[in-house]
């Protein structure tokens, strides 16, 4: 079992719910950046625009200020891919150019001009599902039956985006955990991943600090308190074949998942 790639956060917003506020500089936002690659993220990956349940919008004009200096500067002092989580079109544009390689996008292309300008681009995309928008997506949820729901609207988005002239193999795909989800919705699709993984595309897990870990031990009343829960999701999520897990505790995260691999590896019996 080899392990997942890592997607490192960094964000630079002033009410992102975990961690809001702390990256207030560019040279902060990069330098916290280098650290999540020295400690063994493989991604990085930047938003300017905070997704939490009732964010308010913010224009494409200030989105640019905030991430593009961070970008630039992490592409001047590493070579590896970085991700722009966005859900505008322009700031996509303006971030591939200033040196990201991976549109993580919780619309999954589904603003005006987002499937035209993927195209054009030609860089990799991570389709998410999100029921609602932020502003409302948490008040009141429901699925007949999430998983499958989910993996139907997904798979149906990728279609869309590659009769748009999106390379398949540029395409991820992210369930969306804490996106339009209660906790039950939550669990089951990470119990049901696998259907995810099936379809062919790799998958983007994403369940870091989030409230649902709340539902389980209630005393995770703040983001910081939720390192468990979020090391277990994403060694689940691991094991039933996400290709990416996106965290904010990178370190930990590298570490758990590097134990898993061998512990799988050495397994009697197995050769893999």
């Not at 494409?60 to 970008?71: Q, S, T």
């Not at 990470?190 to 998958?203: I, N």
Request: hydrophobic share 45%; glycine share 12%.
């Amino acid at each position: 079992m080899s392990r997942p790639q890592v997607m490192g956060i960094v964000n630079v917003t002033p009410d992102s719910f975990s961690d809001g506020g702390r990256l207030a500089t560019v040279e902060a936002a990069v330098a916290h950046g280098l650290t999540l690659v020295d400690h063994g993220a493989d991604i990085l990956d930047i938003g300017g625009e905070s997704t939490r349940p009732g964010a308010g919008p913010v224009n494409a004009a200030e989105e640019m200020a905030r991430v593009l200096p961070v970008i630039a500067g992490l592409r001047g002092r590493w070579a590896g891919p970085i991700s722009i989580d966005t859900m505008k079109p322009e700031v996509a544009r303006a971030a591939v150019g200033a040196g990201a390689t991976l549109w993580n996008d919780v619309t999954a292309l589904g603003e005006p001009e987002s499937l035209e300008t993927a195209a054009e681009l030609g860089c990799d995309v991570v389709l998410m599902h999100m029921q609602g928008e932020p502003r409302t997506m948490q008040a009141d949820p429901r699925y007949a039956d999430v998983v499958t729901e989910v993996i139907d609207w997904l798979t149906a988005r990728a279609a869309t985006a590659m009769a748009a002239g999106v390379a398949r193999e540029r395409i991820r795909l992210d369930p969306g955990i804490g996106f339009g989800k209660t906790a039950a919705h939550n669990l089951a699709l990470t119990a049901g991943l696998e259907r995810l993984v099936a379809t062919g595309f790799p998958v983007l897990y994403g369940a870091s600090r989030k409230r649902m870990i709340q539902t389980i031990d209630a005393s995770a009343t703040e983001a910081g308190d939720r390192l468990g829960g979020s090391l277990a999701l994403a060694l689940e999520a691991a094991r039933r074949g996400a290709a990416v897990i996106r965290v904010h505790d990178v370190r930990e995260t590298v570490q758990a998942l590097k134990v898993q691999a061998a512990v799988m590896a050495g397994l009697p019996g197995r050769t893999d």
